[in-house]
């Protein structure tokens, strides 16, 4: 667990989750570990309220999975996730959270968690190392 807390919220965070800028959002990060190798940074983005009600905002590692918090804390059906894939130069703060070499990328997977009112509840972002992860698919023709 790198940090619990009130943050503003980024640009492309804000614009998710219906905000506006530099809004205060409560961030979860962590890092995830695969054999003693940092595999993962997972940031979590909630609006302050969702973040009250879900228990998301306690401090500390997480006892209960997320979509039980959030399935338990908000009125509203969690329907479906948008996710984005991109490739892209680590943050300085990544590049440190992961142990990364310099010039090293990060695939960039960025989830936003929508209720069935349209609203989105969360946004989840995880930042791969290049070097440690390849996604593969199959699709029926």
């Known amino acids: 667990m790198l940090e619990v807390g009130r943050r503003p919220a980024p640009n492309q965070v804000a614009a998710l989750l ?3 800028e ?23 983005w ?4 969702v973040a009250r009600s879900t228990g998301l905002d306690q401090e500390g590692p997480l006892t209960v999975p997320v979509r039980q918090l959030m399935t338990a804390g908000i009125t509203e059906r969690l329907t479906r996730i948008d996710e984005r894939l ?3 130069r680590p943050t300085s703060d990544e590049r440190d959270a992961l142990d990364l070499v310099e010039g090293e990328p990060v695939l960039s ?4 968690v929508v ?3 349209g609203r989105t509840v969360l946004v989840v972002e995880v930042a ?3 070097s440690l992860h390849v996604l593969e698919d199959s699709y029926g023709l």
Request: overall charge negative; glycine content about 10%; aromatic content about 4%.
């Open 18 to 20: 219906g905000l506006a």
């Open 86 to 88: 991109r490739a892209r």
């Open 46 to 49: 909630a609006p302050l309220d």
């Open 115 to 117: 209720d069935s009112a």
């Open 128 to 130: 791969l190392p290049g």
């Open 22 to 44: 530099s809004a205060p959002v409560l961030l979860r990060r962590y890092v995830g570990l695969y054999d003693d190798i940092a595999s993962e940074l997972v940031s979590l």
């Open 109 to 112: 997977v960025l989830g936003s």
